[in-house]
């Protein structure tokens, strides 16, 4: 085992004990729904399949933390002993998740994985963040998971596929709600990890936030009911915004929008830049400038109904930013995603980019927001 992987499990390991010890006994008078993570299994097409294994399982950990949501990892990795693992550590539903990363062999076919999958270690318990000490050890906890994603994402190619299989379980085995998530890689080094983490943390912890319980019994939904009734009013993600209006407000040639898979009532696209050599339009002084990196714009629009948007910012805590003056309400889930609600109807903006600097960073909020402006006034009918 090489020096950089046991750095990183002591590191993450220590955190994740420290969040529980910190916020055990410390009772905030909510309701917290705790979520058990079953050993995630990997398949990579280079790098190491533990250290994926393990990062997809403490990058959960990490984002389905909360004032009303918290997360276990188990140890068990037979399915039906996760189950009565889960049980005894008083878990109301159980995350199962894989992941393989393919690589592209260059005649458009996915090549085969290298080596069969493998499942995480065995994690430590996670509390829920209420304390301030543990809301520390759990900004930390993050901060060490999302290295661990980018650490990763040095085994990346361009056109490698990355698929997030996960299925959100009753304590009695009925599923919830089940997904698969794919991305492709624009460019080497692309962290595909993250951002899918990201949209099924969010899934699972809307779910679970959702459904009910009575004497001890979950009620199954899928993950197309478990979707906002649409109103009729929700636009066309791909249409939202006209192609003259996201390129201008990135700077940037766009390829015509790409629809993606998306629950019943919701839309979601996607807009690539091209590649250098295709690209025939050029912007001066781009808002996103060329050091940032920018490769694509996903645009989400969706019913939303205001307490559930409410009461989701709330779960996120101090990993959500709120912004003030777009819509009834927007924030910032991490630094390229921009959540917008007016009235019952809402969007969010992702847009991706290898930014490190605090300037590009800023350059890219920058364009985010005043995409976020003009989405907001067409929803209000201006």
Not at 166 to 193: C, N, P
Not at 308 to 313: D, K, V
């Amino acid at each position: 085992m090489n020096n950089a992987r046991i750095r990183w499990t002591t590191i993450t390991l220590g955190m994740l004990s420290g969040v529980t010890a910190a916020s055990q006994g410390q009772g905030t008078g909510a309701s917290v729904t705790t979520i058990c993570i079953a050993p995630p299994a990997a398949q990579m097409a280079s790098g190491s399949n533990v250290d994926a294994a393990n990062a997809l399982r403490d990058l959960f950990a990490a984002y389905l933390s909360g004032p009303t949501i918290a997360a276990k990892p188990l140890t068990a990795r037979l399915p039906s002993q996760a189950r009565e693992e889960a049980k005894q550590a008083s878990c109301k539903f159980v995350l199962f998740a894989s992941m393989k990363l393919e690589r592209n062999e260059g005649n458009g076919a996915l090549g085969r994985i290298v080596g069969g999958a493998v499942q995480s270690g065995a994690g430590e318990l996670r509390g829920a963040a209420t304390s301030k000490a543990a809301r520390i050890a759990a900004n930390a906890a993050v901060s060490a998971a999302n290295e661990a994603a980018r650490g990763l994402a040095t085994n990346v190619k361009s056109k490698d596929q990355l698929t997030l299989d996960y299925h959100l379980d009753a304590i009695d085995g009925r599923s919830i709600v089940q997904k698969t998530e794919k991305a492709k890689a624009q460019s080497d080094g692309q962290d595909l990890l993250t951002p899918i983490v990201e949209r099924a943390a969010e899934v699972v912890a809307t779910t679970a936030g959702d459904t009910k319980t009575a004497d001890g019994e979950v009620s199954s939904i899928t993950s197309s009911s478990s979707a906002p009734t649409a109103t009729g009013n929700i636009p066309n993600a791909c249409t939202f915004f006209s192609h003259a209006e996201l390129e201008s407000a990135v700077g940037w040639q766009l390829r015509a929008g790409k629809a993606k898979d998306a629950p019943p009532g919701t839309f979601e696209c996607s807009f690539e830049k091209p590649q250098d050599m295709y690209i025939t339009k050029t912007y001066p002084n781009p808002p996103i400038p060329k050091s940032a990196d920018f490769t694509s714009l996903t645009v989400h629009t969706h019913p939303v109904d205001p307490k559930r948007f409410a009461e989701f910012r709330k779960n996120l805590g101090a990993a959500a930013e709120d912004v003030p003056g777009i819509g009834d309400g927007a924030y910032f889930y991490g630094p390229n995603l921009l959540y917008v609600r007016v009235g019952e109807s809402g969007f969010s903006l992702r847009t991706y980019t290898s930014a490190t600097s605090a300037a590009d960073k800023a350059r890219v909020r920058e364009a985010t927001l005043s995409l976020a402006k003009l989405g907001a006034s067409k929803l209000r009918g201006k």
